[in-house]
Nanobody, 121 residues
């Protein structure tokens, strides 16, 4: 059974940093793509970052967020710096086995339950 568990969310002031982690279990994910999405209240889920053999970022986080992975731990990370109030959302990690466009949520097979990130002004 595949399970994704996010951690590392919390409350931070604008300009601060957080590091999210997503631990995957149930199989080996080294050949899978992994991604982060977020959803703010009243808004649709949006792409944040993804990593396969390359890395991809939404324009809104480019230069501030960094995605990385440790295949020995089946874990993907999202380092978030220079946080802004508009980054406030529930952040979800996801994995994809077959994909063409990792910016699309429908490309992903499994999802975590999410972790709340709140950035105060």
């Amino acid at each position: 059974q595949v399970q994704l568990v996010e951690s590392g969310g919390g409350l931070v002031q604008a300009g601060g940093s957080l590091r999210l982690s997503c631990a995957a279990s149930g199989r080996t994910f080294s050949s899978y793509a992994m991604g982060w999405f977020r959803q703010a209240p009243g808004k649709e889920r949006e792409f944040v970052a993804a990593i396969s053999g390359r890395v991809y970022y939404a324009d809104s986080v480019k230069g501030r967020f960094t995605i990385s992975r440790d295949n020995t731990k089946n874990t993907v990370y999202l380092q978030m710096n220079s946080l802004k109030p508009e980054d406030t959302a529930v952040y979800y990690c996801a994995v994809s086995s077959l994909y063409s466009d990792l910016r699309r949520a429908r490309e992903y097979d499994y999802w975590g339950q999410g972790t709340q990130v709140t950035v105060s002004s």
